[in-house]
């Protein structure tokens, strides 16, 4: 199957990026990294959720580029980016693999808004102690995730008791190594009820189906093991720059109860944004909402950086006249 699958026309299409790069991570795992937009424009990085691929963020990568330089990569195994060939997977794998992205993109002291969904916002807590990560994030925005006991509390299975029945199918069911084939009618209402609000259009349901159902299943199987096991609780206390949380209360993968814990728990929260009706596919299910709250922070924490190259230039041809 190609893993390659995501939509070639209408919003959910990815557009063709300005340019395209390999990151190197720490233990040698290649990434594929896409840079849109001006390249002088303030920068918004964006990493995407289990299952999920570069693919995902299409709408907002579309939206934010005419003003940002949006850099976007694959998690390592998902769309472009090779399967690890060290395992298991770690949480500090996605850690390592986040700072490699900064580093290939964002010039010495440059700062950006970073946005990560689900998996891609775990991706900032396993970050969130390093020095080179809060160097560079200006703020973060945290889409539909959690930072443990995302298997016990999920509600895919749809048991009218929770306990140990629920959590033990709810295992066997996220961390199946079954292929999840082609996509059928029958795979996008299972997708649909697992992972969207019931409200989702069938054109956001597909485009879902495609990219989830491209991740190899050997990848989805690994990254499950590491999904099952999180505990980030102490890392969210250590995102120290400006924070939003953003989450559907309908969410099953990531019930809404994980975004309102996590704001409680962060040093910096500015804001929690909870969508009526919607599940844990946010940036499909509800584009706009996603790429405004990304738009905001960007407009209120990358405009101090602004300043001081405004100051320098302005230093500068002061200077240049002095010299004249």
Same mark, same amino acid.
């Given at each position: ?193 697992? /992972? =969207? ?5 069938? +054109?956001? !349901?597909?485009?879902?189906?495609? $990219? @989830? *159902? %491209? ?24 995102? /120290? =720059? ?5 989450? +559907?209360? !309908?969410?099953?993968?990531?019930? $809404? @109860? *994980? %975004? ?65």
């Amino acid at each position: 199957m190609s893993r390659l699958m995501h939509m070639q026309t209408g919003p959910f299409a990815p557009p063709v990026a300005a340019r395209e790069l390999t990151a190197v991570s720490a233990d040698g795992a290649r990434l594929h990294v896409e840079v849109h937009g001006p390249e002088n424009a303030p920068a918004v990085v964006l990493s995407h959720g289990w299952t999920c691929s570069t693919a995902f963020w299409a709408a907002q990568i579309r939206a934010l580029a005419t003003d940002h330089r949006v850099i976007t990569y694959d998690q390592r195994g998902h769309g472009r980016s090779p399967a690890a060939t060290r395992l298991p997977y770690t949480a500090g794998m996605l850690a390592d693999d986040l700072e490699a992205v900064l580093d290939a993109t964002l010039a010495p002291g440059e700062r950006a808004v970073l946005a990560g969904h689900s998996m891609g916002g775990m991706t900032m807590m396993a970050a969130a102690a390093r020095p080179g990560f809060k160097e560079r994030a200006a703020a973060v925005l945290l889409c539909s995730t959690g930072s443990s006991r995302l298997v016990a509390e999920a509600t895919v299975v749809p048991l009218l008791v929770a306990g140990a029945l629920r959590t033990r199918v709810t295992r066997s069911i996220l961390g199946s190594k079954a292929p999840l084939g082609p996509v059928t009618p029958l795979g996008k209402r299972v997708l649909k009820f697992a /992972t =969207m609000g019931p409200g989702a259009s069938p +054109g956001k !349901v597909e485009a879902c189906a495609r $990219i @989830v *159902h %491209a991740c190899p299943r050997g990848v989805r199987y690994g990254w499950s093991h590491v999904l099952e096991t999180l505990d980030m609780d102490e890392a969210v206390r250590e995102l /120290t =720059m400006p924070v939003a949380v953003l989450g +559907g209360t !309908v969410d099953r993968l990531t019930p $809404i @109860v *994980h %975004a309102r814990r996590i704001a409680a728990e962060l040093p910096h929260c500015v804001g929690l944004t909870e969508l009526p009706g919607l599940g844990h596919m946010t940036p499909i299910e509800a584009p706009e909402t996603v790429t405004e709250n990304i738009r905001e922070l960007a407009a209120a924490y990358l405009e101090s950086q602004k300043q001081p190259q405004k100051q320098q230039s302005q230093n500068q041809s002061e200077k240049g006249a002095d010299v004249a």
